[in-house]
């Protein structure tokens, strides 16, 4: 009965922020799985090498060089991964940023580029694709939030503010596009090991400690632990399950 249900070939994907880090995680699970990805980032050279490793797995891949809070960018690149790649199916909305600085210290340009880049770039890019996949008769979009769209954050006031409206963002275009067939869910990560969090680590006295502490699964996440749940949330075994906000934590969310 499960057979094919989590078959993405004849699928493409759109993976923001998919040259590193848990974008690219995700996007080996996409690709693993059949579909074909585009890889979008500023990072042209990053973006490269990660499709060299998609590659290897089978579809076709594409890096295409965007700034995601840009309008216009966004718009060209979704215009190009339609020329070259045939069709969207899947976005995963995962750029993202921190900058580490309590409330009173944050400059209102470091607020806007957290916001923008975190937030706005999933209005922007979900706004994108949503007649690309109507008019295909549906589509797969998965926003990447964060245990700080659950819990406050004294040093990381402008980011746990874009992860919290990442949430309602999916929430109200997985209501306003349900009828289109588009199924809209958030992934909460918790402590994954990547270059944003080893800033962090940099800054942060015995953080990697604490966060084993802390997590029940007592290991810091890895990138490949989200192939698994971007592959559930881009198939049709998902097909019924939309607006929810998922934990990807090793329980860390749920320690009082
Ligand atoms: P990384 O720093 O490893 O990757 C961030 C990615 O975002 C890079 O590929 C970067 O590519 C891209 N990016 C940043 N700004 C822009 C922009 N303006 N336009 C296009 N691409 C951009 O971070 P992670 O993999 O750790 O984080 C991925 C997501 O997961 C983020 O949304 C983050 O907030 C979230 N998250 C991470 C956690 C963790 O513990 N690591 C925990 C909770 C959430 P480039 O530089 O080429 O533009």
Known sequence: ???????????????????GGIGL??????????????????????????VAVLVKAGPKALAVAADVTDEAA??????????ELGR?????????INIRKPPESLDPKEWDSVISTNLTSAFLCS????????AAGGGKIINIGSMMSIFGASFAPAYA???????????????????????????????IDTELTKRAREQIEGLHDKVLARTPAARWGVADDFAGIATFL??????????TAIPVDGGYSIMG
């Open 161 to 191: 503010a874009s992860k919290g409206g990442i949430v309602q963002f999916t929430r109200s275009c997985a209501v306003a596009w349900a009828t289109d067939n588009i199924q809209v869910n958030a992934v909460l990560p918790g402590w």
């Open 127 to 134: 706004r994108a694709v949503h007649a690309a996949m109507k």
């Open 88 to 96: 969207i199916d899947i976005l995963v909305n995962n750029a993202g």
């Open 234 to 243: 881009a198939s049709g075994a998902s097909d019924f399950v939309t607006g």
């Open 74 to 83: 966004v718009d060209a690149m979704v215009m190009r991964v339609r020329g």
């Open 25 to 50: 995680g995700m996007a080996r699970g996409l690709a693993a799985a059949g579909a074909a990805i585009a890889i979008v980032g500023r990072n042209e050279a990053k973006s490269a090498d990660a």
């Open 1 to 19: 009965m499960t057979a094919g249900l989590f078959d993405l070939n004849g699928k493409v994907a759109i993976v923001t922020g998919g040259n």
